[in-house]
């Protein structure tokens, strides 16, 4: 399994909090060695899952295997800017 990121991701990344960060960075080694206990499919998104880091959601979609990260998003907008991105 692999994971690969968007590079809005990427950008959005870049601007969290450290804390944030290394929580996301935990969240996505379990994820990836399949631990899915704090994984929750998105209800209108074939394939597109969210993970919980405090306030902030991180966004991605299982395909063939691997991991795209999409969004990382306080949880305030995250969903807006998900819908946004599927239009």
Same mark, same amino acid.
């Given at each position: 399994?692999?994971?690969? /990121?968007?590079?809005?991701?990427?950008?959005?990344?870049?601007?969290?909090?450290?804390? /944030?960060?290394?929580?996301?960075?935990?969240?996505?080694?379990?994820?990836?060695?399949?631990?899915?206990? @704090?994984?929750? %499919?998105? %209800?209108?998104?074939? @394939?597109?899952?969210?993970?919980?880091?405090?306030?902030?959601?991180? /966004?991605?979609?299982?395909?063939?295997?691997?991991?795209?990260?999409?969004?990382?998003?306080?949880? %305030?907008?995250?969903?807006?800017?998900?819908?946004?991105?599927?239009?």
């Amino acid at each position: 399994m692999k994971l690969f /990121v968007l590079r809005r991701a990427e950008k959005q990344l870049i601007k969290l909090p450290k804390l /944030v960060q290394s929580g996301l960075k935990e969240q996505i080694k379990r994820i990836i060695s399949g631990d899915t206990s @704090n994984e929750k %499919k998105l %209800k209108g998104y074939p @394939n597109i899952f969210r993970t919980r880091i405090g306030s902030y959601r991180a /966004v991605y979609e299982r395909r063939d295997g691997d991991i795209y990260l999409l969004l990382i998003e306080h949880r %305030k907008s995250v969903y807006e800017s998900l819908e946004r991105m599927f239009r």
